[in-house]
């Protein structure tokens, strides 16, 4: 419940997207807050720093290093169950055409590039190639294009990674320093003749995907600095529901869009997309994730990222798991 009588002021920082288009231009506003949105420019390259410096008050954030950061509780931020951004992941793995690569299977043994070991691209890529194709994520080497790092986290021991001074990801993958590369960048099709998908048939795999699991790859969530939720606890739940405001417009437009879209086919993905997924195709809150989330603290163990299970509840604000 919203109590205090003048708006509190709190800033945030997150990327433009359709869904919290009604957040940015004012349409929808968290009751008894006044945002100042500042809009990321750069991509979420910084928002680790952002967190660590408690720049801003609601910062979008990378769901891989928030997992990575449970057990050392540095952050200083608390998470609510806004996913605000989820991609699949199939078509986010790249090979070089020259190493051979066909099956996932030729992935043992090799050279992969990734951006951090703790990119949540990454996390859902290589726990997919492990669990469903049978990978065998320790006969890798991961060259990682970022040395990053949360608490006193140590790598596994089974885990050969190595980092990459000064050379772009995409700069491995081209001239063959790496033989296939986990990125969040469109690399094919066309962009370079040396680079590829490694499922070319990535949109019938992913559509199989998410019919067999129910999954659309939680990437982004928004977290809370912890001194504001101490101070202000009804202030996680006035955020969940701008945002969910934010995306019901949102929705109402992408509808309107069905016969206005500069698209050749937007109105039979939107039918198709509904067909399969409901009226919500990009869902928040605690209850309907669970699953989900689970599966992506089973990789975190898997991977290395934290030691230990945790609880799915453990990673929100107590407020926001009724919904």
Same mark, same amino acid.
């Given at each position: 419940m919203v109590t205090t009588e003048m708006p509190l002021k709190l800033s945030m920082t997150c990327t433009a997207y359709d869904r919290n288009q009604a957040l940015?231009?004012? %349409?929808?506003? /968290?009751?008894? &807050?006044?945002?100042? &949105?500042? &809009?990321? /420019?750069?991509?979420?390259?910084f928002r680790l720093a952002h967190a660590r410096e408690g720049k801003y008050d609601v910062i979008e954030f990378h769901m891989g290093m928030y997992i990575a950061g449970l057990p050392y509780k540095v952050l200083g !931020? $608390?998470? =609510? /169950? =806004?996913?605000?951004?989820?991609?699949?992941?199939? %078509? !986010? &793995?790249y090979v070089n055409r020259s190493a051979g690569i066909r099956t996932p299977a030729d992935l043992n043994g090799r050279r992969v590039g990734i951006q951090t070991w703790f990119t949540t691209t990454a996390l859902w890529a290589r726990g997919i190639l492990a669990e469903e194709y049978g990978v065998d994520l320790g006969s890798i080497t991961w060259v990682a294009q970022e040395s990053e790092s949360i608490g006193d986290w140590c790598p596994p021991s089974w885990l050969k990674l190595e980092i990459a001074d000064g050379v772009s990801q995409y700069d491995l993958l081209r001239t063959g320093e790496v033989d296939a590369s986990i990125t969040t960048g469109a690399w094919a099709p066309g962009r370079d003749p040396e680079i590829d998908f490694l499922f070319p048939n990535y949109a019938?795999?992913?559509?199989? !995907?998410?019919?067999? $699991?129910g999954f659309f790859p939680i990437n982004h969530v928004l977290i809370i600095k912890n001194a504001v939720l101490e101070k202000h606890p009804w202030v996680a739940m006035c955020m969940f529901d701008a945002w969910q405001k934010s995306k019901a417009l949102c929705y109402e437009w992408l509808a309107w869009q069905r016969v206005h879209q500069t698209s050749l086919w937007f109105r039979a993905l939107w039918e198709e997309e509904r067909a =399969?997924?409901? /009226?919500?195709i990009y869902p928040w809150g605690f209850n309907a994730a669970k699953t989900e989330l689970q599966k992506m603290m089973d990789y975190s163990v898997d991977q290395g990222l934290i030691p230990r299970m945790f609880k799915t509840e453990d990673l929100f604000h107590p407020s926001t798991l009724c919904t």
């Open positions: 940015l231009n004012g %349409s929808a506003k /968290p009751e008894g &807050i006044e945002l100042d &949105i500042h &809009i990321d /420019p750069e991509g979420g390259q !931020y $608390t998470a =609510i /169950p =806004i996913f605000v951004k989820r991609m699949f992941r199939h %078509s !986010y &793995i019938e795999l992913e559509r199989d !995907y998410f019919k067999r $699991t =399969i997924a409901g /009226p919500d």
